[in-house]
């Protein structure tokens, strides 16, 4: 069985701030992490996704996450946060292999403030 | 290039009836998911259907059911709805499989009164 614990369920931060949302995940095989945001009233939109090879991956819209395996963990930083990105962000994990259900964190509501 | 396709966009239902929600995915894509979230329990994984089979299943009452036509097309019934299936419900399709990441729609609203 796999988990994912977004540890922040809201984040609150200045524009221009730099922010980090916490994932950390539990699973007993390889795994495929994901981040995906959802803005009011929308679907989910993947952000970014760890498959294999590089540790660090990026968003094409400034946002990067960094696999740590020791530590089971997958945080989602932004070094310098604008008022768009206010949404609700959610960590995602599967079993490595592609056929296996995603597993969903609860999420965490990012607000930008002016 | 179409993104995938979720109707109706809002439901109101009666306790007791039944409702069917249907999931248009991207062309090409052979897989399907289908979500239910709640502001309590975040993203609950109902079932993913891949080339008409259900491949996997989440921890739901048999009310919930789901089935895909050999256009990829794929549909979810709950039946003798309750108060608390009022819940926004996600469909995501993927190219084969979660490697890919998902591609979702904008859901369906359901509210059972």
């Known amino acids: 069985a796999q988990s994912v614990t977004q540890l922040d369920s809201q984040v609150p931060v200045f524009e221009e701030a730099p922010v980090e949302l916490r994932c950390n995940y539990s699973s007993s095989v390889s795994v495929y992490l994901f981040w995906y945001v959802q803005y009011p009233n929308q679907g989910l939109q993947l952000l970014l996704k760890y498959l294999s090879g590089s540790t660090l991956v990026e968003s094409i819209n400034g946002f990067e996450a960094e696999f740590n395996k020791s530590q089971t963990s997958f945080h989602l930083r932004k070094p310098s946060v604008h008022i768009s990105d206010t949404a609700e962000y959610f960590c995602a994990v599967s079993s490595s292999g592609g056929y296996q259900k995603v597993t969903f964190g609860i999420g965490t509501k990012l607000q930008v403030i002016p | 290039k179409a993104g995938v396709t979720q109707t109706p966009r809002y439901l109101i239902k009666t306790r007791g009836q039944q409702v069917t929600l249907s999931c248009s995915p991207i062309?090409?894509?052979?897989?399907v998911s289908w979500y239910q979230q709640t502001p309590g329990q975040g993203l609950q994984f109902l079932f993913e259907?891949?080339?008409?089979?259900?491949?996997n299943k989440g921890n739901f009452p048999g009310r919930f059911s789901g089935r895909q036509f050999s256009n990829s097309r794929s549909e979810m019934n709950v039946s003798t709805l309750e108060l608390g299936d009022s819940a926004l419900y996600l469909c995501?399709?993927?190219?084969?499989?979660?490697?890919?990441?998902?591609?979702f729609g904008s859901g369906t609203r359901l509210t059972v009164v």
């Open positions: 995501a399709s993927s190219l084969t499989g979660t490697g890919y990441g998902y591609t």
């Open positions: 259907y891949f080339s008409e089979t259900q491949r």
């Open positions: 062309s090409g894509h052979r897989s």
